[in-house]
């Protein structure tokens, strides 16, 4: 099975047909798809200009959407090696059992699903990269009452979900789940109570 750099060269190798060159950046969103596979992919094709259907993209779009997956994969591997290195120096300082954000990082691991949009359709115009560093900043700062991708104020609580966990708060502006860490304990009663949070 061919790992994301290989599937990124055959992306770009002109020698390549074009079908192949399309199934490998699909096949790219096997290893990596921050919004889940659909709505990656669609967040993808939007950016890069052709349709998600579109049997025949120009090449040149195709890398475009490749290079926008890449930069966001790498800012998310970076973000692992920085997780990893901090639970090794706190289990080192024997501090072993996890946190919440700890919880909700194994959940994904690898990058899938980081900002899930459980509708395809829905999902951050920003560039993926963007939202990811977004995201990243908001687990490493104290929890708040809004969407760390948009900074919508709109979370309602969803069951459900075609993901792990199956329910939470989702923002009814970008369309991610957003994670529990990030979001005060007020925060995600509001929302599982069905009421809209309002920042104060």
Do not use: N
Request: net charge neutral.
């Amino acid at each position: 099975m061919a790992g994301f750099r290989s599937l990124a060269r055959q992306v770009r190798d002109p020698r390549c047909d074009l079908a192949l060159r399309r199934y490998s950046l699909r096949k790219c969103l096997e290893r990596f798809a921050p919004y889940g596979h659909r709505a990656t992919w669609d967040h993808l094709c939007s950016r890069a200009g052709f349709g998600p259907e579109d049997r025949s993209p120009d090449p040149a779009r195709l890398v475009a959407a490749l290079e926008e997956l890449e930069e966001a994969r790498s800012v998310w591997l970076a973000y692992e090696v920085e997780f990893a290195e901090r639970r090794k120096k706190e289990k080192h300082d024997g501090l072993r059992r996890p946190g919440s954000v700890d919880d909700w990082h194994r959940l994904t691991w690898g990058g899938f699903g980081v900002a899930w949009c459980d509708d395809p359709r829905v999902h951050p115009d920003e560039p993926l990269a963007e939202v990811l560093r977004r995201l990243i900043s908001a687990l490493e700062r104290e929890p708040g009452a809004e969407c760390p991708v948009c900074g919508g104020e709109r979370l309602v609580w969803k069951y459900e979900l075609d993901h792990e966990p199956s329910t939470g708060p989702v923002c009814t502006d970008c369309g991610i789940l957003v994670p529990r860490p990030v979001l005060t304990p007020e925060a995600l009663a509001d929302a599982r109570r069905g009421r809209l949070l309002v920042s104060a």
